[in-house]
């Protein structure tokens, strides 16, 4: 079945620093691909989306790039922010079936220091 | 002017107890989504639903049922509440096969 891989966290960095977090993922179809938030004791927010091949989403900062050859969804942030720490989670809906439910990636924990 | 919105946020009960879950959309959507997060944060979905199909995730125990009055309101009942149904449940609407939109989530501890 349809799956999503994301890099494990924790994930610790300095404000300002570079934020990567690979995203990649299985499926048969063609899927729509979502960045989550959640930040600490809140529910996820839709962070940024892409819809087919070599799409870039981007919202507040953040990119990623719907990349069919290589089947990933990476995120990218050029300079991370304190208040960027949160859960952030990938996630796929390939709408096959009849109400296009989500697969979520396991979620990579961010901390930025100060 | 909250667009998924859940009730309780926490729900603190013993074991056996039946317990409800309320979520409402005003988003005009027309499905809406039950996902369970886990203490480790994994988000699997429960349930799916519109105004024609229910879609039940064949691994959520039957103790678990979603009713729904209307269109705006998706309601989760647990019966017989035991530990490991511990944990946050979010509520999520769309338009058919669109983005989803989450609630806050209702924290649930089963003691």
């Known amino acids: 079945g349809d799956s999503v891989t994301q890099m494990e966290g924790p994930v610790t960095l300095s404000e300002e620093a570079f934020l990567t977090i690979n995203c990649t993922y299985t499926a048969t179809g063609y899927p729509s691909l979502f960045w989550y938030v959640q930040y600490p004791g809140e529910g996820l927010q839709l962070l940024l989306k892409?819809?087919?091949?070599?799409d870039k989403g981007s919202n507040k900062g953040f990119e990623a790039t719907y990349r069919k050859e290589t089947t990933s969804f990476h995120l990218e942030k050029g300079s991370v922010q304190v208040s960027d720490s949160a859960v952030y989670f990938c996630?796929?809906?390939?709408?096959?079936?009849?109400?296009?439910?989500?697969?979520f990636g396991k979620g990579t924990k961010l901390s930025v220091k100060p | 002017d909250t667009a998924v919105s859940q009730t309780p946020k926490y729900l603190v009960t013993q074991m056996g107890n039946d317990k409800s879950i309320k979520c409402e959309q005003n988003l005009g959507h027309d499905t809406m989504y039950w996902y369970k997060q886990d203490s480790k944060k994994f988000l699997k979905i429960m349930f799916s639903y519109n105004n024609k199909e229910l879609i039940i995730n064949e691994t959520v125990p039957n103790r678990f049922s979603p009713k729904s009055p209307d269109k705006a309101h998706l309601n989760l009942h647990i019966n017989s509440l035991e530990l490991g149904d511990s944990a946050v449940y979010f509520c999520a609407s769309s338009r058919m096969k669109e983005t989803q939109y989450f609630g806050p989530g209702t924290r649930l501890l089963v003691l």
């Open positions: 892409a819809t087919k091949a070599d």
């Open positions: 996630a796929l809906s390939d709408y096959g079936g009849s109400q296009g439910n989500l697969i």
